[in-house]
T-cell receptor, first 109, second 112 residues
């Protein structure tokens, strides 16, 4: 099956810093999404981004499908950005969505 | 409120007991999913249902069964619970192709 690798596994930053999270995948995918799991366990869909670039406030994402990677950018980090960020890909079937192991982000005040 | 509703939120089972986790969505989504998340780990797909009337195995289906009761409801059954099934279980739904992916709040299951 497809391999989804996220880096770095852990990231600790001061409030106000910028960060880049990376997701590599080993095969062609039908779509790619980014999720945020907050410290209380709630999972929120950030981006549906099979290709190209999207922005939503301080967050933006870019997927280069031909090179099999996606990047999530967080600018001017806030403590509420803390949590785990997952990328998830769909392959073979657009409905079979597999998650990477996540990047745990801690923002210090 | 629109979204994905899971019940129960917490459950403790003894080894060998059976139970069914319930999931319902009111967003008219075609696809529904069950994941498990172990401590410090990512989410692993157990089963999914691309559309009403179909179900397929995910990454870790052993020890589980599912039923897509109708378009709204997708249940997960543990026939004989084992301690290795202690985990947090998440249900999710989406439009065809994964658009609008929405998670429930999770069920924390402990098997003793």
């Amino acid at each position: 099956g497809i391999q989804v690798e996220q880096s770095p596994p852990d990231l600790i930053l001061q409030e106000g810093a910028n960060s880049t999270l990376r997701c590599n995948f080993s095969d062609s995918v039908n779509n790619l999404q980014w999720f945020h799991q907050n410290p209380w366990g709630q999972l929120i869909n950030l981006f549906y981004i099979p290709s190209g670039t999207k922005q939503n406030g301080r967050l933006s994402a870019t997927t280069v499908a031909t090179e099999r990677y996606s990047l999530l950018y967080i600018s001017s980090s806030q403590t509420t950005d803390s949590g785990v960020y997952f990328c998830a890909v769909a392959y073979s079937s657009a409905s079979k969505i597999i998650f990477g192991s996540g990047t745990r982000l801690s923002i210090r005040p | 409120n629109a979204g994905v509703t899971q019940t129960p939120k917490f459950q403790v089972l003894k080894t060998g007991q059976s139970m069914t986790l319930q999931c319902a969505q009111d967003m008219n989504h075609n696809s529904m999913y069950w994941y498990r998340q172990d401590p410090g780990m990512g989410l692993r797909l157990i089963y999914y249902s691309a559309s009403e009337g179909t179900t397929d195995k995910g990454e870790v289906p052993n020890g589980y069964n599912v039923s897509r009761l109708n378009k709204r409801e997708f249940s997960l059954r543990l026939e004989s619970a084992a301690p290795s099934q202690t985990s947090v279980y998440f249900c999710a739904s989406s439009m065809t192709g994964g658009i609008g992916y929405t998670f429930g709040s999770g069920t924390r299951l402990t098997v003793v």
